[in-house]
């Protein structure tokens, strides 16, 4: 993420600093020496951040829309082909009443029409599309953190069940082992918020609270799933398995320090399936927002350093080893914050109720 690193100022000691004639927004003066701030990536002056998006940080994720724009039409396609050619037995949403069913359809085509048409705004009128382009990416962002959860809550255990049936009996392909059912059908929502979180960017000081309440809902949604698992020996067996398997690595890891919230030990033989939907939520949001942070970070620490706005302590001019251990860090981060998270939600009894 950081191969092409911004470089420190080369000034020498005493040296002004380049007048950033170019950073003036809206007729105030930008500040000789501009600093990002560590959580949100702000800067200084509301003028020098729009300035920045109007700049250069709109005009390059409109460089990378247009993949994942089609990607995502080609997406909402295949899913709406999907679904016409499922069998009774496979059938989604079987647990909502029509009027409901109703919305995320329309949510569908709506999302899949605004896809299409930002496609070809971008490609006949690139000037118009970056000026609507923000509003845009938040508004699918909205549309699929709505939709992607009513899909799930609406499907009932008795249809997650059937599914698994299918894919414990190979249909269609060779058998699936259990453990592999259950990282398939707890990990698709993350999967699809994080490649979301990056097709659909925008600053990330908006983009986390979507992305955590998305989350939030999604684990709520997997409700018919989380019954299934249970109802199913061998899934329920092989969730078990994989939630003692983190339990022991992250106990092997961090030892007495690992900061366990209540009794966690007995854990895995009742909240196996809460534990690891927590996990992968809380997982695959908070990489897929480390990553648009990165992206974010770099392009306006470039855009500071073409403005001579660079403030020395933001410059990346060290090895490219240490870039590495910074994403690491980062990452592994990530991970233990996960599975606190998970560890924590589960350990104090949050269960769903299965009938």
């Known amino acids: 993420m950081d191969s092409d690193a911004v470089q420190c100022p080369a000034a020498a000691e005493g040296a002004a600093p380049r007048q950033p004639a170019a950073a003036r927004a809206g007729g105030g003066t930008a500040p000789r020496r501009a600093r990002l701030h560590p959580l949100t990536l702000a800067l200084p002056s ?4 729009a300035a920045f998006w109007r700049e250069a940080g709109t005009p390059a994720y409109a460089l990378s829309d247009r993949v994942g724009l089609a990607f995502t039409s080609a997406n909402h396609v295949f899913l709406w082909w999907a679904m016409r050619t499922l069998t009774s037995a496979e059938r989604m949403m079987d647990a909502c009443p029509s009027p409901l069913t109703s919305v995320a359809n329309a949510n569908h085509l ?3 029409s605004v896809a299409l048409a930002t496609f070809a705004a971008s490609l006949l009128a690139p000037a118009r599309y970056r000026a609507v382009r923000e509003p845009l990416a938040i508004g699918q962002r909205l549309l699929r953190a709505v939709n992607t959860p009513i899909v799930q809550g609406c499907t009932s255990a008795a249809a997650y069940h059937r599914r698994i049936a299918r894919d414990l009996a190979g249909a269609g392909g060779g058998p699936m082992a259990p453990a592999a059912i259950v990282v398939k059908h707890a990990s698709l929502l993350g999967v699809l918020w994080a490649i979301q979180v990056l097709v659909f960017a925008f600053r990330v000081r908006w983009a986390a609270p979507v992305q955590i309440a998305a989350a939030v809902a999604g684990v709520f949604a997997m ?14 067996a092989a969730a078990a398995q994989l939630c003692d398997w983190v339990q022991a690595v992250s106990g092997e890891a961090f030892g007495p320090a690992w900061p366990r919230a209540g009794v966690p030990w007995g854990l895995c033989t009742d909240g196996a399936v809460e534990f690891l939907v927590v996990l992968i939520a809380s997982l695959s949001s908070s990489l897929s927002l480390y990553v648009l942070y990165c992206r974010e970070e770099r392009h306006k620490l470039r855009y500071l350093e073409s403005k001579g706005l660079l403030d020395e302590r933001d410059c990346q001019g060290g090895p490219p080893a240490a870039s590495g251990l910074r994403h690491a860090a980062a990452a592994t981060c990530c991970v233990v914050a996960s599975i606190f998270a998970a560890d924590t939600v589960a350990s104090f009894g949050w269960r769903f109720s299965c009938s």
């Open 46 to 49: 509301p003028e020098l951040e």
């Open 110 to 112: 709506v999302s899949l």
């Open 223 to 236: 409700h018919g799933f989380a019954c299934a698992a249970r109802a199913e020996p061998a899934v329920s």
